[in-house]
């Protein structure tokens, strides 16, 4: 094994680095030549969509539309490597429990569908109508369909999403726990009350029009890669670029567009950054907050002097609503207070406005920095609150930009994946398929790991992800999925969530979006809504690597089959072709009239968003401001009351060699780490103030009020250029310690970014 290593890497994000890398990975999936040839499919009219993450595809077409990580992707489901029944005869399942997440996956594709047997503690061949059977047989048992689990991971495509709800409302319940619940979904919920749509209002050619792009904790270099393309542009053409992490992250500092051939060979690489600031975990609330008095100290100095004034005025009285409120609100906050919370200076703070005022046109970005927090709602209505100030909303090169995760999270969403859906939405499936649909509200992840706990939720089923890793408190919640009578994973490659069992378990593998998906010996096309609200096809570019593959529609359609009979649809029918299905949305969710010809237009089409249009589906008809103070305590009460001081905060974030709980490789090549993921980073002053030296290993325990011990073990020290008080390390490792109850207010979302932590000496040797 190659040695543990850390140094800090000072080439530039993209470049020759990415393109080693991406070599290294065809190699590793034992089918470079046929996955050279589906890579160039990636993104393109009549190809697939990447299974990478939820960035646009640049309508222009053409040229090479991967990147690194999207090779990654494509070449770690497209590999020949198979986990067959003979690999499940051979290893227990306890044994297989003993394996890393990177070792699970990297063993190969699912290809037969499988149940577990507690006697042997093996996973053993069942057919697949034996399987839909015994879904249908514990489904059909329960007292209350409200009993029963349904995640959804954001890969699904629309039509299987689409079927999956229909299917699951058809049943009779709404519990929908999805990936988005600890994801993007404090975007949703502030965004809705705020815009009255909770998605963006961006699309990628305004990002060719802004004056100037913000960018909140979000690392782009490594989870959307090809967001660099336009702010290489932006920058070169003079448009500002101001970015908020803790961490200098290297894709925003310096980026070498490994498409462009001159930049590679000159090997120069494009300074991105036009200013960087680096707020404390849970801060940007707060520098928002100051680039809102700094903006309305200076307008109120320009009417002062007979000058314009910086609102947009016409914007304000026609479009929003709650302005005064929200302008007592920003004058009730004091500078040190500002400064406090968001760990910057108002000196850098008003250098941040100056950017902002004398941008014309702004686009505000975020990602997981922001959502995941106590507060990520209020600190999303800031955005939206600033952006109304000076109408950066529906005009080209302006808005908010929400950046998606999974490929296909926000069309889940939109095809109906919500435990808390639209009237709208349940009246049309009432009305379009004569059901009894369920009103109240369903479960969300948290709730439903609750409910599993409590013994109230007794089925989980899971169209793809990795629920055992990807949530919060892994001990409670393993011992959730443990508690249940069956659960079912529809997965591509073998993950934890397969080993943590209910009593009786199945593994129902699936073709992924590199696969060609036949139905009757037809190629079947898939469609996905990117960040943009774009809807394009997918087509399946790879000879499945097992005939005993089954597409996700069609297993949702096998189970809907075996639960419910011939109702409320002919299941069989919509599987066999899925124009059938796109029917079906055509009819029932809005938007999407005439989906069948204008998916023929090249690249898809625009979805259409309400805010963007200067419609406001808000509750006062207008864009609402909304008028909070700071939160009072960054921490939350319940880490207060646990007794303890926390030493540090901690922050759980990517790899650059990992999707999500799929672990690529133990490399992080921008942040210099090397075969190594039980790392802490943490700045040096911290370690010394904590009596610990670089390279020490350390536990690391959470505080809590419940007096539980979260912990996690033998992690190693690594000094590195962050704030202080704040520390890093790498999801899904470090899920043990974030409390299944601390969550977003309003968004109900893990608080995996702002974790009160104590370092601890080790108390067990190192694994490896
Ligand atoms: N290759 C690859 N691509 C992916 C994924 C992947 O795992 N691998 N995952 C996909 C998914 S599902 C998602 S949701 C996205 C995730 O995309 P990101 O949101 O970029 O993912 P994280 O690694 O969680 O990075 C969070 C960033 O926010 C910063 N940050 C943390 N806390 C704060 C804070 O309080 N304030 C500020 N300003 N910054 C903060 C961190 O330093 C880090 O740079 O990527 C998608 N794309
Ligand atoms: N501490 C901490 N926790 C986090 C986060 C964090 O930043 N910090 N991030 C959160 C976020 S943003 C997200 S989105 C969640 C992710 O949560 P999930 O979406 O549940 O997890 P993934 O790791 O993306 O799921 C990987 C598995 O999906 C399956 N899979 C892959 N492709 C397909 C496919 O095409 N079809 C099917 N059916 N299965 C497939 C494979 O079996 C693979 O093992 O994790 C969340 N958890
Ligand atoms: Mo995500």
Redesign the pocket.
Known sequence: MTQRDHKPYDGPAGGWGALRSVTRHWLDSQQPIKNVRALLKTNQNGGFDCP??AWGDDPKGGRIQFCE?GA?AVNWEATSRAVDPAFFAAHPVSELLKQSDHWLEHQGRLVEPMRYNRDSDRYEPVSWEQAFALIAEHLNRLESPDQAEFYTS?RASNEAAFLYQLFVRSYGTNNFPD?SNM??EASGVALGSSIGIGKGTVTLEDFEEADAIFI?????G???PRMLAPLSRAVRRGADVAC????K?RGLERFQDPQDMREMLANDSEPLNTAFFR?A????MAAVRGIAKALLAWDRDALANGKPGLLDRDFIATHTDGMEAYVAAVDATDWVDIEQQSGLSRIDIEHAAKMYCRAGRVIICW????TQ?RHSVAMIQEFVNLQLLRGNIGKPGAGLCP????SN?QGDRTMGINERPPQLLLDNLASNFDIEVPRHQGHNTVEAIRAMLDGQARVFIALGGNFAQATPDSELTHDALRRCDLTVQISTKLNRSHLVTGRDALILPCLGRTDIDRQNGIPQAVTVEDSFSMIHASYGQLEPLADTLKSEPAIVAGMAKATLGNRPVDWDALAADYRRIRELIERTIPGFEGMARRLAEPGGFHLGNSARELTWSTAAGKATFHAHALPADLFDARVRNSGQQPDLVL?T??SHD???TTVYSLNDRYRGVQNQRDVIFINADDMARLGYHEGDRVDVISLWEDGRERRIRNFCLIPYDIPAGQA?AY?PETNPLVPLDSTGEGSFTPTS??IAVKLLPATTAPTA
């Open positions: 990478g993450c990580n990654k954001g990936c994801c993007h909140f904790g979000q690392n782009p490594t989870n959307h908020f992490n803790p961490l992250e707020p975990l849970g801060g940007d990602a997981m920095g922001i927090h950046v998606r995760g999974h999270v922050q974030l990517r990992q999707y999500n890093a999801y970014k702002f």
